[in-house]
């Protein structure tokens, strides 16, 4: 089974996300990708952080009905901040002969050093960097840097001699922001499209709720 793994703290989850899912799914042959919210993101304030329960369930209601997406409550089962080593850890134990693809933009596949192991997560799963063409170059020097043992197969194409890759994938890019929304729900302004039916219709059902948390920063 191959298994795409795209992590955040949907806050809320909106069109965007589910639509990359759907394009690294489809371009990669992948049975399923998993939305993986966490419980406690290491590297965002919590100050406006909705519950994790509520967050969870928006993103069912964003991938339902969506042909091979699915959601996952992995990182509320633990205690603590949620690590994607430990995530990519917890799925391995679960699934040993599953091959994983973690998901992530360009700018934050930057950042992996700053991450808790987040060097070592190309030996966890294949990475699958996302939009930003123009930042390849930028790119490709950040890997031939970190993981030198990475052997270039094409332009987009890094091969591990363990068996993980690092490819990089052009999609339609939908440059939509958590915070913009979050502003734009508390003006009452039109989520249409920017975020899935289902969950704008939750936005609207726990509308008191998710007040007392995004209008901390109003």
């Not at 700018?107 to 996302?130: D, K, N, Y």
């Not at 958590?178 to 509308?207: D, K, N, Y």
Request: glycine letters at 8%; one cysteine or more.
């Amino acid at each position: 089974m191959k298994l795409g793994i795209l992590g955040g703290s949907f806050n809320p989850v909106h069109t965007g996300h589910v639509r990359m899912a759907v394009e690294v799914r489809e371009q990669l042959e992948l049975d399923r990708v998993d939305l993986v919210p966490a419980k406690e993101p290491p590297h965002k304030s919590d100050a406006d952080m909705l519950p994790f329960a509520l967050r969870l369930e928006m993103v069912e209601r964003a991938v339902r009905g969506v042909r091979g997406l699915g959601t996952n409550p992995i990182e509320g089962r633990r205690p603590g901040p949620s690590f994607t080593c430990d995530t990519l850890t917890c799925y391995r134990s679960e699934q040993p002969e599953t091959e994983f693809y973690f998901i992530l933009g360009a700018s934050t596949f930057l950042e992996l050093p700053e991450w808790r192991r987040g060097l070592e997560i190309p030996e966890m799963a294949s990475l699958v960097v996302v939009n930003r063409w123009e930042a390849a170059g930028e790119v490709t020097g950040f890997i031939n840097t970190h993981w030198p043992n990475a052997v270039q197969e094409n332009p987009g194409l890094w091969q591990f001699p363990e068996g993980h890759s690092i490819r990089l994938l052009g999609i339609p890019r939908l440059d939509i922001k958590g915070e913009h929304l979050r502003r734009c729900w508390l003006e009452r302004r039109c989520l249409s499209l920017l975020v899935p039916s289902g969950v704008e219709e939750l936005l609207e059902e726990q509308a008191d709720e998710i007040e007392r948390y995004w209008g901390v920063r109003a």
